[in-house]
């Protein structure tokens, strides 16, 4: 029988397994037909071509806002992106819902602790090494979900996507701290 103290560090490693368990990625979780971070079922769309695209919608990205601060979309649309970030900091261009943003600024965060994301740019050589031996990363921390692109300052990226038929989707940077200054639009279908 465990004495007091042994069963006080088996309720921590416990409690310790079910968090790291609760940051798996989602994109892990997400069911059939969906991209990027998957959750709750719900389709957001998927990868587009650039050349099945209907049209190019610029945005600017400046220290914690978009310019525009909101897209209309046609469902099932698929729209080039150009995203160029005037700003003096990293940015990032998410396609997602609401609990998508939620569930990545926690990988976001985790990223920026481990020196892979800076404020200003990315490490690549941090972003490409083995995670697995980190607490709580596993190997496959990466940036590459196709809904996602990091702009860093004085540069420019493209993302194409096609949209799901309907949904409340936002487009947001998931940098710690910026969603929660605003750096969040949405996406609205027309009809």
Request: net charge negative.
């Amino acid at each position: 029988m465990p004495s007091f103290n042994q069963s006080i560090r088996i309720s921590r490693v416990t409690f310790l397994v079910a968090l790291i368990g609760l940051t798996i990625p989602t994109a892990v979780l997400a069911g059939p037909g969906e991209s990027g971070h998957g959750h709750g079922g719900q389709a957001i769309g998927e990868p587009g071509k650039a050349t099945k695209s209907t049209r190019v919608v610029q945005v600017k990205l400046v220290d914690n806002a978009y310019e525009p601060e909101s897209i209309q979309v046609k469902p099932g649309e698929t729209v080039k992106f150009v995203l160029r970030n005037e700003g003096e900091l990293l940015h990032e261009f998410n396609i997602g819902t609401a609990e998508m943003h939620a569930a990545h600024q926690k990988e976001m965060a985790m990223m920026m602790e481990h020196g892979m994301l800076s404020p200003t740019g990315v490490n690549d050589k941090a972003m490409n090494m083995d995670h697995s031996t980190m607490p709580g990363m596993g190997n496959s921390m990466k940036h590459d979900d196709p809904n996602s692109a990091l702009v860093p300052p004085g540069q420019t990226k493209e993302l194409t996507w096609k949209f799901a038929q309907s949904g409340k989707i936002e487009f947001a940077c998931n940098i710690p701290g910026h969603y929660e200054s605003g750096m969040v639009g949405n996406v609205k279908f027309q009809r």
